[in-house]
């Protein structure tokens, strides 16, 4: 199982590998990879930082773990593999960004395109079990992408975090508000999207702090 991570995430999430806490998640992960069926392929566990170099983040998204089912999840929250159907969630952001921003919705639900204009697409579990949601849950991940939050909003700023629902919203003691963007709602699954996701604004309203930052808007 060989899983890498892009270079200036390495030399900032070192001491994390280095942690005991690390060290059992990464027995756990490499165990269940060997007896049981695991989302995303292993290859793809740090799709999200391959994709986004910490220099480059502008946006991050928070989820809460991977989709469990097959050929869905490649490593980016909310994000599905080309030629998946869209699962209600992502549905829901699509029609949220169409009615904010005129964007079309789009064919695929692989959002690439996004982390690789500077949209970090952060689960904070970055592994599940097939058909078991939240089944890699309190096994350190959630710890791990704790301090990827804290090590951003160290170094940087001026970027737009982006949570939608409780679990999300947890993260945001983390982030310096002063100095960054923290935009939150309800989540945009079908049992809460009508209770504020639709209509938040959220992609108008970070693309209009990029610009305001000199930085160029996400093309969604």
């Not at 983040?57 to 469990?68: A, E, F, L, R, S």
């Not at 009615?99 to 500077?118: K, V, Y």
């Not at 001026?158 to 508000?177: D, P």
């Amino acid at each position: 199982m060989e899983v890498k991570i892009e270079q200036s995430w390495n030399e900032r999430l070192q001491n994390e590998f280095d942690k005991p806490y690390f060290e059992q998640l990464t027995q756990f992960v490499r165990n269940e990879y060997q007896t049981q069926t695991i989302y995303p392929p292993a290859g793809l566990i740090f799709n999200a930082f391959n994709l986004c170099p910490f220099s480059k983040v502008k946006v991050v998204i928070i989820g809460q773990d991977p989709y469990h089912g097959v050929g869905q999840a490649h490593g980016l929250c909310f994000s599905v593999q080309d030629g998946v159907r869209f699962p209600p969630s992502l549905r829901n952001i699509f029609m949220e960004i169409n009615a904010d921003t005129g964007a079309p919705i789009p064919l695929s639900g692989n959002l690439t395109r996004w982390a690789e204009q500077g949209v970090l697409l952060l689960n904070a579990t970055l592994t599940v079990r097939a058909d078991q949601a939240g089944s890699h849950q309190k096994h350190g991940w959630e710890t791990f992408t704790d301090a990827v939050i804290r090590i951003l909003t160290a170094e940087r700023q001026n970027i737009v975090y982006i949570l939608w629902g409780a679990f999300a919203q947890q993260k945001a003691a983390m982030v310096n508000r002063a100095q960054n963007l923290v935009l939150e709602s309800v989540h945009p699954s079908p049992l809460s999207a009508s209770r504020g996701f639709f209509g938040n604004h959220h992609f108008s309203r970070a693309n209009q702090y990029l610009v305001e930052h000199g930085m160029k808007p996400i093309e969604w």
